[in-house]
T-cell receptor, first 116, second 114 residues
Framework: GAVVSQHPSWVICKSGTSVKIECRSL??????MFWYRQFPKKSLMLMAT?????????EQGVEKDKFLINHASLTLSTLTVTSAHPEDSSFYIC????????????FGQGTRLTVV | GENVEQHPSTLSVQEGDSAVIKCTYS??????FPWYKQELGKRPQLIID?????GEKKDQRIAVTLNKTAKHFSLHITETQPEDSAVYFC?????????????FGKGTKLTVNP
């Protein structure tokens, strides 16, 4: 299989601060990673596609300046929630695939963000 | 873009019965349809997937069927067990050959009663 690790698993922050979440592919290289947001008892909503070495592609309605994505290496993508507010509280989860001939998406364990 | 509808949102069955979850998609270019199982507080795990060149795929108690003409696909779980209780998500992807960008359905909470 493949392992995608996300850190931290949970974080509590104050309103107005920024939080960085890391997504790592541990045993494979991923030129593309995906960031999702999941509300309680809801589906996975794709936020953006993280592209190694280039700008992320954001889905409609997702604020680029609010959710900064950096994919500086083939094994690491980061999501920074800037100037967090209570409404940003959610479960954030990343996924990555191995490449062209394998379309299975492997998910990180997710990050529970609580903004107080 | 792609839109995936999933039904029912909740499903309760008795242990040993079968469970069926249905999904429809809107983009005829979609060609990869995975199903994920998510237990409470955990990451989604792939349980089965199907490509558009296949009409049915089976793996032990789990099967998926695909009707490309009607643009719908279904998950079938037979001989359900309490450990099958979880939220199941269908998804669709339209990048042929290799894509992990998935559009998910809203999920079905399956409860298997002992």
């Amino acid at each position: 299989g493949a392992v995608v690790s996300q850190h931290p698993s949970w974080v509590i922050c104050k309103s107005g601060t920024s939080v960085k979440i890391e997504c790592r592919s541990l045993d494979f290289q991923a030129t593309t990673m995906f960031w999702y947001r999941q509300f309680p008892k809801k589906s996975l909503m794709l936020m953006a596609t993280s592209n190694e070495g280039s700008k992320a592609t954001y889905e409609q309605g997702v604020e680029k300046d609010k959710f900064l994505i950096n994919h500086a290496s083939l094994t690491l993508s980061t999501l920074t929630v800037t100037s967090a507010h209570p409404e940003d509280s959610s479960f954030y989860i990343c996924s990555a695939g191995k490449g062209l001939m394998n379309t299975e998406a492997f998910f990180g364990q997710g990050t529970r963000l609580t903004v107080v | 873009g792609e839109n995936v509808e999933q039904h029912p949102s909740t499903l309760s069955v008795q242990e040993g019965d079968s469970a069926v979850i249905k999904c429809t998609y809107s983009d005829s270019a979609s060609n990869y349809f995975p199903w994920y199982k998510q237990e409470l507080g955990k990451r989604p795990q792939l349980i089965i997937d199907i490509r558009s060149n296949v009409g049915e795929k089976k793996d032990q108690r789990i099967a998926v069927t695909l009707n490309k003409t009607a643009k719908h696909f279904s998950l079938h779980i037979t001989e359900t067990q309490p450990e099958d209780s979880a939220v199941y998500f269908c998804a669709a992807s339209d990048k042929g050959g290799g894509s992990e960008k998935l559009v998910f359905g809203k999920g079905t909470k399956l409860t298997v009663n002992p």
